[in-house]
């Protein structure tokens, strides 16, 4: 039998207001269930994905319920963080989703001068699959360059020797596909700090702009704007552990 939760604590976990204000909701009749005002705060419902579909707040449709995760073409000049000064990923959703329970979290982190595919979910378990170094999840970037590649960048990243600057473990390996002089994708299954900025360092050159297209088997959707957001099916969730994602091995 599904857990049920009480009407009022769901929807301040949602961020809707205290459970005080979410009772003073109900007792205006703005809270519509199945086309029906509600008449009890302490209403048990079973939070499934439909229950967007029958509940209304305020006139409108319920946001996503827990577990729910999302896509986010990141900008250049947003941070991936809650309280940094300037500004924030979370600015772009939202504001009362700030307040939610289980909080929203990206799935790991985009540096503040790299664009693209950011993910984030309140689902922990989910969380975890993505980031996780046994999944060997591999995230794709395009970078342009400062200096032309040498040609000898391929082999030193997908050999699996390369160590970064003050690191002793060696970086799995990677992926490298030139497509200018000073342009090349790279992917990589790891997510150490800055690691596509200090792999390119590692090999005497610097990264002047950089944007992630791809995570795992799920492609930055073209139509998504720079600060636009979507939520993910799951056919789309089910995209980031594709078994045709790209897998590196050494060579």
Not at 33 to 56: F, I, K, M, S
Not at 61 to 71: C, H, K
Not at 93 to 119: F, Q
Request: glycine content about 8%; aromatic content about 4%; overall charge positive.
């Amino acid at each position: 039998m599904s857990a049920t939760v009480r009407l009022d604590r769901l929807l301040a976990n949602m961020g809707y207001g205290s459970r005080r204000e979410v009772q003073g909701l109900v007792r205006a009749g703005r809270v519509i269930l199945d086309g029906a005002p509600v008449d009890d705060a302490e209403l048990r419902l079973t939070v499934t994905p439909a229950l967007a579909d029958r509940l209304q707040i305020n006139g409108r449709r319920l946001d996503p319920p827990p577990g729910m995760a999302l896509m986010l073409h990141k900008p250049v000049g947003v941070t991936c963080s809650h309280k940094e000064a300037g500004a924030l990923v979370h600015d772009l959703l939202p504001s009362r989703w700030r307040l939610r329970e289980p909080a929203i979290s990206t799935v790991g982190r985009l540096d503040k001068d790299t664009s693209g595919l950011l993910l984030l979910t309140d689902d922990g378990a989910l969380l975890h699959r993505i980031i996780s170094p046994r999944r060997h999840v591999a995230k794709r970037y395009l970078a342009t360059l400062a200096r032309p590649l040498e040609g000898s960048e391929g082999p030193r990243f997908a050999s699996g020797d390369l160590r970064l600057e003050g690191e002793d473990k060696p970086l799995a390996p990677a992926l490298l596909e030139p497509l200018s002089p000073t342009r090349a994708r790279l992917t990589i299954t790891e997510g150490r700090y800055h690691q596509v900025r200090r792999m390119f360092a590692a090999v005497g050159n610097h990264v002047e702009t950089l944007h992630r297209d791809r995570v795992g088997g799920l492609d930055l959707p073209a139509d998504l704007e720079p600060g636009a957001w979507r939520l993910m099916g799951e056919a789309e969730i089910a995209a980031v552990f594709a078994p045709n994602a790209p897998t590196m091995a050494a060579s």
